[in-house]
């Protein structure tokens, strides 16, 4: 008998708790959420930001900003996906040593030479136990396994780590139409409906003016990588725009405290 060597491959931490295990449930709720998004008119989008929490509260955000990457999704072969450490802490910004993340939807292989134009930077770190059971990332793979037909991904779990060094992660690995960057962020948590949308409107504010001075970590959990992508987004003349602001309260939960989600796009200056 031929023996197999173990595949290295990032399991689902939050299947069957963040979204469906089974990938036929799995399937049908994605293509209902993004059946329900608004269509969107054709145009060239570099990145994103999209919610992470389970997808009965944040699915329908979510589906909101992925539906408007469908007209380009045969040109995207790589997806740059950062997004927040909500278990482990550290400094930088975490690469994982796996070979694939699986979901229920099958696996998505990583792409290593991405991650190997940015291992030498000071700020980047492997660490495999940062991806281990982090939702940030994970909640976004299905939205992206339904929508791209063929991509590899370059994961980053970011921790304590300043805007101009994840912008800098970013450079590196910018690249062109092939290349799409995603960023996993809730806004504010936990505060009555009222003072959510207006905490969470000022946030948005700040997002769509480049101003990630004016964002902190009651604002966004994602706010670090959230921050790097706004200087980015600054130097190379991408235009946001916001697609969705809703919270938990809108969606599927109570309105005595609620967790806010934005989707917002980055255009190409073209």
Same mark, same amino acid.
């Given at each position: 008998?031929?023996?197999?060597?173990?595949?290295?491959?990032?399991?689902?931490?939050?299947?069957?708790?963040?979204?469906?295990?089974?990938?036929? !449930?799995?399937?049908?709720?994605?293509?209902?959420?993004?059946?329900?998004?608004?269509? &969107?008119?054709?145009?060239?989008?570099?990145?994103?930001?999209?919610?992470?929490?389970?997808?009965?509260?944040?699915?329908?955000?979510?589906?909101?900003?992925?539906?408007?990457?469908?007209?380009?999704?045969?040109?995207?072969?790589?997806?740059?996906?950062?997004?927040?450490?909500?278990? #482990?802490?550290?400094?930088?910004?975490?690469?994982?040593?796996?070979?694939?993340?699986? &979901?229920?939807?099958?696996?998505?292989?990583?792409?290593?030479?991405?991650?190997?134009?940015?291992?030498?930077?000071?700020? #980047?770190?492997?660490?495999?136990?940062?991806?281990? !059971?982090?939702?940030?990332?994970?909640?976004?793979?299905?939205?992206?396994?339904?929508?791209?037909?063929?991509?590899?991904?370059?994961?980053?779990?970011?921790?304590?780590?300043?805007?101009?060094? #994840?912008?800098?992660?970013?450079?590196?690995?910018?690249?062109?139409?092939? &290349?799409?960057?995603?960023?996993?962020?809730?806004?504010?948590?936990?505060?009555?409906?009222?003072?959510?949308?207006?905490?969470?409107?000022?946030?948005?504010?700040?997002?769509?003016?480049?101003?990630?001075?004016?964002?902190?970590?009651?604002?966004?959990?994602?706010?670090?990588?959230?921050?790097?992508?706004?200087?980015?987004?600054?130097?190379?003349?991408?235009?946001?725009?916001?697609?969705?602001?809703?919270?938990?309260?809108? &969606?599927?939960?109570?309105?005595?405290?609620?967790?806010?989600?934005?989707?917002?796009?980055?255009?190409?200056?073209?």
């Amino acid at each position: 008998m031929k023996s197999h060597q173990s595949e290295n491959y990032r399991a689902a931490a939050v299947a069957g708790h963040f979204y469906p295990a089974d990938p036929e !449930q799995l399937s049908d709720l994605l293509q209902r959420l993004l059946k329900q998004a608004p269509d &969107t008119a054709a145009v060239p989008i570099k990145a994103l930001i999209a919610p992470h929490a389970g997808f009965i509260y944040s699915g329908p955000v979510a589906a909101s900003i992925y539906r408007q990457i469908e007209v380009q999704a045969s040109a995207i072969h790589r997806v740059v996906l950062l997004g927040p450490s909500h278990h #482990v802490g550290f400094h930088g910004v975490a690469m994982s040593s796996a070979d694939s993340f699986r &979901t229920p939807l099958g696996n998505i292989a990583i792409d290593k030479q991405a991650l190997h134009a940015i291992e030498r930077l000071p700020q #980047v770190v492997v660490l495999d136990q940062a991806h281990a !059971q982090e939702h940030s990332l994970e909640v976004q793979l299905p939205f992206l396994q339904t929508i791209l037909p063929d991509f590899k991904l370059a994961p980053l779990v970011v921790g304590d780590c300043a805007p101009e060094a #994840v912008a800098e992660v970013l450079e590196r690995l910018w690249g062109g139409p092939e &290349t799409l960057i995603v960023i996993s962020s809730d806004l504010s948590h936990f505060h009555s409906y009222d003072e959510a949308r207006a905490r969470d409107q000022r946030t948005s504010r700040a997002i769509l003016d480049l101003q990630p001075q004016h964002i902190d970590y009651g604002d966004a959990c994602g706010r670090n990588p959230v921050n790097g992508l706004l200087l980015a987004a600054r130097k190379h003349g991408l235009v946001p725009e916001l697609v969705d602001l809703r919270n938990s309260g809108d &969606t599927a939960g109570s309105k005595d405290r609620v967790v806010g989600y934005g989707a917002y796009r980055f255009l190409d200056h073209v």
